[in-house]
């Protein structure tokens, strides 16, 4: 695998930041220390602007090369997740109840050592772009930066991003044009029915009954109301009612995600799932209030883009080791608002074998630095090239 040399010679370096990062973990916009970390090692670097508070607590670094006109930018994700560790690492969180369980201190680091690399070398003709983006976890950091004007101030014309794929080898990367992540939008459902005695259920009006419902009835949807040969998935992830075992709840409430992988498959759902929750609620007798909040939606990599992208990663690892023909995946990524800004893609690059992403065992994978980190400088060199 021709990795970088230079790059191969910063992997402990960039390890040991990762690890730093790993050690103090912040949620959503909350980054403070994170960013700060991120500014001050860009200065350092010698980037000619370092901007940070873009999308509140977003930092963008500007490298420019010889010459030249164009603009690239290269994206990576801050934050952690509100989950307690369980790695037993040396350098394990340091904040209770928060962890990087999805690879963002990885990504960061990369990143970085992307940005030292670029500008000590300044081997391109353009300007490469790097935005470190806060609350990719639920936060919606890539709109907050969009709206803040990261896409205009900085005159980009093409974005990547990448994330970091649990299970598959070091080394090896996946991608795939068109729809390649789903959009999620959230549900909240709120019941409303009678409260009473649990030995006189014939006088009230059963919550859990209609909330028991009302999840298997979602699962109709998908597996009646959508295509077959496209994907949608409806999932009920909380369920809180009562709070003892004799007393029939008078209020319900549930939670979940509806996915899809294109806006007609997205709609549909949003629709079914407004009357199977009223139609199910007022089958019993219930009141019901569902509140959808639209999340992210679905990751489309553009043709050319992704070819490109594609054959960077190949001059990284080799043919065999970049499939282009990887299926789509159902969990979203709010990269997709930089997508629907300017053309771009996203890629998957390994992990090896470690734990999932967002499990409290999951840890990011330092031997993937190099190939990462080599994949950021060629990519920019290669869509600089003069």
Known sequence: MPIVNRIADLQPEIAAWRQDLHAHPELRYDVHRTAAFVADKLKGFG??????????????GVIRGRSGNKVVGLRA????????????????????GKMHACGHDGHT??????AKYLAETRNFDGTAVVIFQPAEEGGAGALAMVKDGLITRFGIQEVYGMHNFPGMPIGQFAIRPGPFMASADHLTIDLEGKGG???RPHLSIDTVLVGAQIVNQLQSIVARNVDPLEAAV????MFQAGHTDNVIPQHAQLRGTARALN???????LQRIEAVVQGTAKLYGAKAKLTCTNGYPVLVNNDRQTEFAASVAREIAGGDKVDTDVPPVMGAEDFAFMLGERPGAF??????DSAGL?????????EAIPAGTSYWVRLAESALRG
């Not at 980037?47 to 977003?58: R, W």
């Not at 994700?77 to 969180?93: N, R, V």
């Open 47 to 60: 980037c000619d602007e370092v901007v940070p508070g873009i999308g509140q607590t977003g930092v963008v």
């Open 109 to 114: 680091a990369m990143l970085l050592g992307a």
């Open 358 to 366: 967002h499990h409290p065992a999951y840890n990011f994978n330092d």
């Open 263 to 269: 806006d007609a498959v997205r709609n549909t759902l």
């Open 197 to 199: 005695h649990a030995a």
């Open 347 to 352: 890629i998957f690059m390994g992990n090896g």
């Open 234 to 237: 409806v999932s009920i992830c």
């Open 77 to 96: 994700d801050m934050d952690a997740l509100p989950l307690e560790e369980e790695t037993g690492l040396p350098y394990k969180s340091q904040n209770p």
